[in-house]
């Protein structure tokens, strides 16, 4: 029951708690719905009629989890949206299509490439103005060509293809 659960605590919760410890003669039972009791059917027609009410007769405060939890979810949806419309990260969109706090991760190295910044001369040629092209001259240097079809670094694909 609501009423002896230590995890809620509701303003209108905690006066009935306290109403119910200062009075033992008030006893609260589960009643099952819709089943022809009087004092049921009193209650459900009270509640209707307090729906018509123009004021509110009590104000029952939000949960800071219930707001935490509603903020997260807007920030991921937001997020969701930013990252299928950018075309800045459609290379990350590709690995990772959904967003997620849970997928971060700490290495430095691993952060550039998904990101696709720092060390690219792509990257460096938007913020220091350097040439984008790769020293190999065949492109442009994007993550997508180190990782796929730069001559200096077939070598190293080729050996890291044959420990898979």
Wanted: some cysteine.
């Amino acid at each position: 029951m609501v009423l002896e659960s230590n995890k809620n605590h509701s303003e209108v919760i905690m006066k009935l708690r306290k109403i119910v410890l200062v009075n033992p003669q008030i006893k609260l039972n589960w009643v099952r719905a819709h089943v022809d009791i009087c004092g049921n059917d009193l209650a459900d027609l009270s509640a209707k009629n307090a729906t018509t009410n123009e004021e509110v007769d009590i104000k029952v405060k939000v949960p800071k989890s219930w707001i935490k939890n509603q903020l997260k979810l807007t920030m991921l949806q937001e997020w969701q949206a930013r990252c299928m419309s950018s075309p800045n990260s459609r290379f990350l969109y590709g690995i990772f299509p959904e967003v997620n706090t849970k997928k971060c991760h700490g290495n430095f190295l691993i952060n550039q490439i998904l990101t696709t910044h720092g060390c690219f001369p792509v990257h460096q040629h938007r913020s220091l103005g350097k040439s984008p092209d790769c020293e190999c001259g065949r492109d442009q240097g994007t993550v997508s060509h180190y990782v796929y079809g730069c001559q200096i670094y077939r070598e190293v694909r080729v050996a890291k293809n044959d420990t898979l």
